[in-house]
């Protein structure tokens, strides 16, 4: 006997039939003689129109309030998969993450987990009854409900499956693993078997949605048995392996994507010690996030232009801040550009080999796509490079890699 938390994410629940369906993937494990705890995403599209409705209504929403709001669609599917579970013949009730509890941080909208007390759940599943738990929300120390992030059902899960000291944690999603590279995009992708932590970890948060990075995160730290596999067919997934584990010896494992980047150059910035901080200080206190940063030579010996990328959501509040910083910073103007991409190769081969960035940049040369920025990592290289050429440059890069499938 094992005990298994599977979380199904918002395609597999996304009508009655679907969840039909996915009751009879928990009931499998059941009559198996598991222990099965289920987290449940909204239905298909539901955080979506929640969160325009909240937009619709308050542009300048209280986030205690989007809460609130965003959380209800997972209150709607553990509800009626622990009906569905029941029409075929399984005990089962839903929590709300205030019944279990799971607590969080007070951070609305984008809050952490803390910790859960599982102890009732453990008890009721003890005597054989599944515990259908919504993902994504919890409940902070002021008592309100926090949602953590969107995405944030497979951290539930991850969250869940350690507090449970649970065997297993199967992430059930629309697609059959870790591709490559997402097969949305690149048709040629192929499924990894196996992937290790660290480097699922940079895809996630290199813009591969297929984990949220969080539930990434906190799978390696408390050693959570990781699975991603299809909730339609039952297909072998991809599991999560410490590095150890791999025995193929390839440089780069996955190719990924974030549309969620904007440009923001300054232009003829005056260059004395101490500028980089004046312009990054602000961006910091005002919390937004800088992520790649490039400074290059202008015509005047004593000016620079400072490219740097910030998220999409937060390129208004940065123009906002780097005009107050005038006062302190020369520079003359801001140049902004949201129709960026960037894209990322990753493999842990790479700290062993020399000529991964090269190659990047050779092929997109050929295809004639301009590099804006770079920045690397240990095991990671990712360019800015203008959205209308993103495809062609996942694809190219897939080829050049050596990833594409035969079929
Ligand atoms: P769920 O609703 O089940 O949580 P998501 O939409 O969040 O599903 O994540 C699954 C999607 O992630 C896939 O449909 C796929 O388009 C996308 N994706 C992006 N990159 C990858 C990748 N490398 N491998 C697999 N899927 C990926
Ligand atoms: N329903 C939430 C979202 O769409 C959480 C999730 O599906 O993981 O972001
Ligand atoms: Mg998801």
Request: with cysteine.
């Amino acid at each position: 006997m094992a005990r298994i938390v599977q979380k199904f994410g918002g395609t597999s629940v996304a009508d009655i039939e679907r969840i039909r369906n996915v009751a009879l993937k928990v009931k499998a494990e059941v009559d198996a003689g598991n222990e099965v705890a289920v987290v449940v995403s909204a239905m298909g599209g539901v955080t979506d129109r929640l969160v325009g409705y909240v937009r619709e209504i308050s542009p300048l929403y209280d986030a205690r309030e989007y809460d609130a709001v965003v959380s209800s669609g997972e209150l709607v599917t553990s509800g009626l998969l622990a009906l569905a579970l029941q029409a075929e013949g399984i005990e089962a009730r839903s929590w709300q993450g205030w019944q279990i509890p799971i607590h969080t941080d007070d951070v609305h909208g984008k809050a952490r987990i803390t910790g859960i007390d599982s102890s009732d759940i453990e008890a009721r599943m003890a005597a054989g009854q599944v515990a259908v738990v919504p993902g994504f929300q919890g409940i902070a120390p002021s008592n309100r409900i926090t949602t953590l992030g969107r995405g944030g059902s497979d951290t539930s899960a991850v969250a869940l499956a350690a507090a449970l000291n649970a065997d297993r944690c199967d992430i059930y999603t629309d697609v059959d693993g870790v591709y490559t590279a997402d097969p949305r995009i690149v048709p040629r992708a192929r499924k990894l078997a196996r992937i290790t932590y660290e480097e699922m970890l940079e895809m996630a948060s290199q813009g591969a949605k297929v984990l949220q990075t969080r539930s990434v995160e906190l799978a390696m730290k408390e050693r959570v048995h990781l699975q991603v596999r299809s909730s339609f067919d039952d297909a072998p997934g991809t599991l999560l392996v410490d590095e150890g584990e791999i025995v193929e010896n390839v440089l780069v494992s996955g190719i990924t994507y974030n549309r969620d980047e904007a440009k923001v150059t300054l232009t003829g910035l005056g260059d004395r010690p101490g500028v980089a901080a004046a312009v990054f200080g602000p961006l910091a206190d005002a919390n937004i996030n800088v992520d790649m940063i490039v400074q290059g030579a202008s015509e005047d010996a004593e000016r620079a232009d400072m490219t740097f990328t910030v998220s999409r959501a937060d390129l208004g509040k940065a123009k906002e801040v780097l005009e107050g910083i005038r006062k302190d910073v020369t520079f003359r103007e801001i140049v902004a550009d949201p129709n960026v991409v960037k894209v990322s190769v990753i493999g842990v081969g790479m700290r062993s080999h020399a000529g991964v960035a090269q190659q990047m940049f050779s092929t997109l040369a050929e295809k004639g796509i301009n590099i804006h920025v770079i920045s690397t990592s240990e095991i990671k290289v990712s360019v800015l490079i203008s959205e209308d050429y993103a495809e062609l440059a996942l694809r190219a890069l897939h080829t050049a890699y050596g990833l594409d499938s035969d079929d």
